[in-house]
Nanobody
Framework: QVQLVESGGGLVQAGGSLRLSCAAS????????MGWFRQAPGKDREFVAA????????YYEDSVKGRFTISRDNAKNTAYLQMNSLEPEDKAVYYC??????????????????WGQGTQVTVSS
């Protein structure tokens, strides 16, 4: 079992940057591929990015490619989402999650069993 806590959200102007962190409660973090998802008001939760257990493979949703970077530091039990060139459409609650199905990670939320509580990202135009 692992508990996940996100941080780093906030209010930023369009074009700005934020770095989200996802801290895991235990060393079991290294067993899991990690993903970031987001949910905007009135919309379904959607995939943003994922990273394999080793960190060697990453996946991105098309709208964030080239702007967001997912990474992880297994020594610190922490995953990150660096978000650059933020747009008003990126406003959402961002969640990190641990994939208990595949070590390579995926975009399918059903493969993620452990979830954080979310952190709000607001982008002003």
């Amino acid at each position: 079992q692992v508990q996940l806590v996100e941080s780093g959200g906030g209010l930023v102007q369009a074009g700005g940057s934020l770095r989200l962190s996802c801290a895991a409660s235990s060393r079991t973090f290294i067993r899991y591929a990690m993903g970031w998802f987001r949910q905007a008001p009135g919309k379904d939760r959607e995939f943003v990015a994922a990273i394999s257990r080793s960190g060697g493979t990453t996946y991105y949703e098309d709208s964030v490619k080239g702007r967001f970077t997912i990474s992880r530091d297994n020594a610190k039990n922490t995953a990150y989402l660096q978000m650059n060139s933020l747009e008003p459409e990126d406003k959402a609650v961002y969640y990190c999650a641990a994939n208990t199905v595949t070590s390579e990670g995926s975009r399918w939320s059903g493969e993620y069993f452990y979830w954080g509580q979310g952190t709000q990202v607001t982008v002003s135009s």
